[in-house]
């Protein structure tokens, strides 16, 4: 169901803060109502696992009622995704681990961006798809 609500990228305040502000963005927060309601449920953007594994977005999205799919599917085509998506970009290992930057995908009726919480960026909503290479995404209940 693509629908004509617009979402507001949120600035990451803190250098791993990004799924933190992607949340905050799912959910129509600032980045400090985010992260602390973040930090209730025991989850710091200084914990590296907040950017390399799904658990952490996904209970801060549930505490928030944001509903997420199942799994995580492998990236395919931008127009395969779903109207809301949580995309892991950047993706690389780091002694064997996996790392990667959260980004928000959203479609509306009008057209598609990514919401990128990147403080260093210039323009927030990214129209520039064909640069940015998204490893897989986690499907966000389209009411978000």
Do not use: N
């Not at 127009?79 to 995309?87: F, N, S, T």
């Not at 980004?103 to 598609?112: K, Y």
């Amino acid at each position: 169901m693509v629908t004509d609500h617009v979402m507001t990228p949120v600035i990451q305040e803190e250098p791993t803060g990004c799924g933190i502000a992607a949340c905050a963005a799912l959910a129509g927060l600032d980045y400090e109502t985010a992260r602390t309601r973040a930090a209730a449920l025991g989850i710091h953007a200084s914990d590296r696992t907040l950017w390399s594994q799904t658990v952490h977005v996904r209970r801060l999205l549930a505490s928030l009622g944001i509903e997420t799919i199942e799994g995580e599917q492998p990236f395919t085509d931008w127009e395969d995704l779903p109207d809301r998506a949580l995309l892991a970009i950047k993706w690389r290992r780091i002694d064997g681990v996996p790392f990667w930057h959260w980004v928000v995908f959203m479609r509306t009726e009008r057209e598609s961006v990514v919401l990128d919480s990147k403080a260093a960026l210039r323009h927030h909503m990214r129209r520039d798809f064909g640069r940015i290479k998204p490893k897989w995404f986690i499907e966000v209940d389209s009411r978000a």
